[in-house]
């Protein structure tokens, strides 16, 4: 029997994690469309509206069902509007060990909504889920995304060389593919125990069976 994570909903005192509905269709779409997800990811570029729709309607939710991760989009508590996206992939059941990347809509970021929502995913994955690491990497020249991975107290493990493709906008406009190293990033549940200086609400509170 596969193991899988519960359809839940995770809520901060910003933020409300949950999974994706096809109204969302047209703001994932604006969001992975933004220039820092086109060079940092490998989504397709342009993102149109039929890809975040098989991502919200098929792939997201296939995910969880074969248990390999879970997807869940991040919404302002207060607005409800979108946020970005938390995704846990590569889970190993037996390990209890699982990868962890974000994306944040241009227009939320330098609010520390990044932080929020992942170290909310982590306390979730340890305390609820009983999972002993979570895994990130980033790309070599990503410091933002670096940056979020030290605030939830991530210890840096190594480089992998020449281990990921990212894409640079050259003059004429064009995208090209350019090899970097990615960053190795681990965070285990005694780590989560220096980050209580944390702002207040970045606990998390879970609500199973969200639909």
Known sequence: ??????????????????????????????????????????????????????????????????????????????????VGTVHLSNTDWRVRSTEIAYVVAPWARGEGYASEAALATAQWLFTDQKFERLELRTAADNTASQQVAQKIGCVSEGVLRGAWIARTRGENGQWTDVRTDLIVWSLLPEDLEGVGEQPAGTGFTSYPHWN
């Open 1 to 82: 029997m596969t193991s899988t994570f519960p359809n839940v909903s995770l809520t901060t005192e910003r933020l409300v994690l949950r999974p994706f509905e096809e109204a969302d269709v047209e703001a994932f779409t604006e969001m992975m469309n933004d220039e820092l997800v086109t060079a940092w990811t490998s989504v397709p570029h342009p993102y149109t509206e039929a890809d975040a729709r098989a991502w919200i309607t098929e792939r997201a939710p296939a995910e969880r069902a074969e248990g390999r991760g879970i997807v869940f989009a991040v919404t302002e508590f207060l607005t409800q509007r979108l």
